[in-house]
């Protein structure tokens, strides 16, 4: 079954604290994986895509990158203004499209 | 500011009504995807058309269906509303690849928070 899982559910950072968010998947067809962050009651904002295995992106305090069976959202020296949800979602076409995104990973960054 | 809108922004309304939620897309994309968010379970896909033509399904519901006008905006309508449809709907629009072996972002709207009493 097509699956996106996103870890850990929630992580609390001190400021310039950093650390790495996951997301494995398990899905046919994979054409990309991408990360997105929520803010409360917002629409998420996207962050980055990612296309093949070995590929890094890098933003400001964001660096995300990808393997075969997962990605992952490094934050360095995060501020209180990181604070948010953190999404993954893939995109994949086997005879049909599929968007599939994880559940996310809350990040707090106290100050 | 994504350049994707969405009406209304809040709406509630009794069990067994009916609703339609609107969006438009970013200038130029030509395809528009619906999600339902709701507190457990995440961004959950529900459809995409493509140009005024359906392409993808997700776990749309029979009670829900959408359509995509000629100006490119859509429009999905939620029926026979029951108390767990209450969730926040969100659309996103996208560059549409020439082959399916190519994928883009979506850049998703404000959402429109349904609460069904």
């Known amino acids: 079954e097509d699956q996106v899982t996103q870890s850990p559910e929630a992580l609390r950072l001190q400021e310039g604290e950093s650390s790495s968010l996951n997301c494995s998947y398990t899905?046919?067809?994979?054409?990309?994986l991408f990360w997105y962050r929520q803010d409360p009651g917002k629409g998420p904002e996207f962050l980055f895509t990612?296309?093949?295995a070995g590929e890094e992106k890098e933003k400001e305090r964001l660096k995300a990158t990808l393997t075969k069976k997962e990605s992952f959202l490094h934050i360095t020296a995060p501020k209180p203004e990181d604070s948010a949800t953190y999404l993954c979602a893939v995109q994949a076409f086997s005879g049909t499209y599929k968007y599939i995104f994880g559940t996310g990973t809350r990040l707090k960054v106290l100050a | 500011d994504s350049g994707v809108t969405q009406t209304p922004k809040h709406l509630i309304t009794a069990t067994g009504q009916r609703v339609t939620l609107r969006c438009s897309p970013r200038?130029?994309?030509?395809?528009v995807y619906w999600y339902q968010q709701s507190l457990d379970q995440g961004l959950q896909f529900l459809i995409q058309y493509y140009n005024g033509e359906e392409r993808a399904k997700g776990n749309i519901l029979e009670r829900f269906s959408a359509q995509q006008f000629p100006d490119l905006h859509s429009e999905l309508n939620l029926s026979s509303l029951e108390l767990g449809d209450s969730a926040l709907y969100f659309c996103?629009?996208?560059?549409?690849?020439?082959?399916?072996?190519?994928?883009?972002?979506?850049?998703f709207g404000p959402g429109t928070r349904l609460t069904v009493t």
């Open positions: 990612l296309y093949s």
């Open positions: 899905v046919s067809g994979l054409r990309g």
């Open positions: 996103a629009s996208s560059v549409v690849p020439v082959s399916p072996l190519l994928t883009y972002e979506q850049y």
């Open positions: 200038s130029g994309d030509l395809s």
